[in-house]
Antibody, heavy 117, light 111 residues
Framework: EVQLVESGGGLVQPGGSLRLSCAASGFTFSSYWMHWVRQAPGKGLVWVSRINSDGSSTSYADSVKGRFTISRDNAKNTLYLQMNSLRAEDTAVYYC??????????WGQGTLVTVSS | QSVLTQPPSASGTPGQRVTISCSGSSSNIGSNTVNWYQQLPGTAPKLLIYSNNQRPSGVPDRFSGSKSGTSASLAISGLQSEDEADYYCAAWDDSLNGLYVFGTGTKVTVL
């Protein structure tokens, strides 16, 4: 059974940093691209970042480019999102998702990030 | 950034057919396949339709998808109370350095 479990969310002050993790199991993690997607309270889904299977290629939404870094450790079956210079508008539930050729198929349950003083 | 446009809401009575539209452009829907996600209240999104019209295992055949040009649609036939949820279309976008874009979302209400 495919499982994705996010962790690392919490309350952080504006300008602060946070690192999210996504532990994967039930599939060959190193064979799949992965995404981070976020959802602000009461709002829609917004794609944040993606990484290819070996970590050599990444892409970011304009809203997080230069502030967020996606990475992965295939030996640990874990995906990461390092978030720096956090702003109030980064407040959201962050989901990791496994990616097939057509797009994301399995999603984690999400972790809440709140940026507030 | 949502570049795919959906109606904010749709509704129907049990047993009815409901259709949700998704409008994009030549760089996303026009040149890539469309996926649909269902998000029940308080839960993570779930893949409902992939590659325009394919259902993952376990998804009832009441759900169907189609695509034409730069638009796509999701149909729910025989609407049930448990179908009350938010629905999002999504596709890769070739103009945005290989990024993935979501629709604005449609809230389906079962009357």
């Amino acid at each position: 059974e495919v499982q994705l479990v996010e962790s690392g969310g919490g309350l952080v002050q504006p300008g602060g940093s946070l690192r999210l993790s996504c532990a994967a199991s039930g599939f060959t993690f190193s064979s799949y691209w992965m995404h981070w997607v976020r959802q602000a309270p009461g709002k829609g889904l917004v794609w944040v970042s993606r990484i290819n299977s070996d970590g050599s290629s990444t892409s970011y939404a304009d809203s997080v480019k230069g502030r967020f870094t996606i990475s992965r450790d295939n030996a640990k079956n874990t995906l990461y999102l390092q978030m720096n210079s956090l702003r109030a508008e980064d407040t959201a539930v962050y989901y990791c998702a496994r990616v097939r050729r057509y797009g994301p198929d399995y999603w984690g349950q999400g972790t809440l990030v709140t940026v507030s003083s | 950034q949502s570049v795919l446009t959906q109606p904010p809401s749709a509704s129907g009575t049990p047993g009815q057919r409901v259709t949700i539209s998704c409008s994009g452009s030549s760089s996303n829907i026009g040149s890539n396949t469309v996926n649909w996600y269902q998000q029940l209240p308080g839960t993570a999104p779930k893949l409902l339709i992939y590659s325009n019209n394919q259902r993952p295992s376990g998804v009832p055949d009441r759900f169907s998808g189609s695509k034409s040009g730069t638009s796509a649609s999701l149909a729910i036939s025989g609407l049930q109370s448990e179908d009350e949820a938010d629905y999002y279309c999504a596709a890769w976008d070739d103009s945005l350095n290989g990024l993935y874009v979501f629709g604005t979302g449609t809230k389906v209400t079962v009357l």
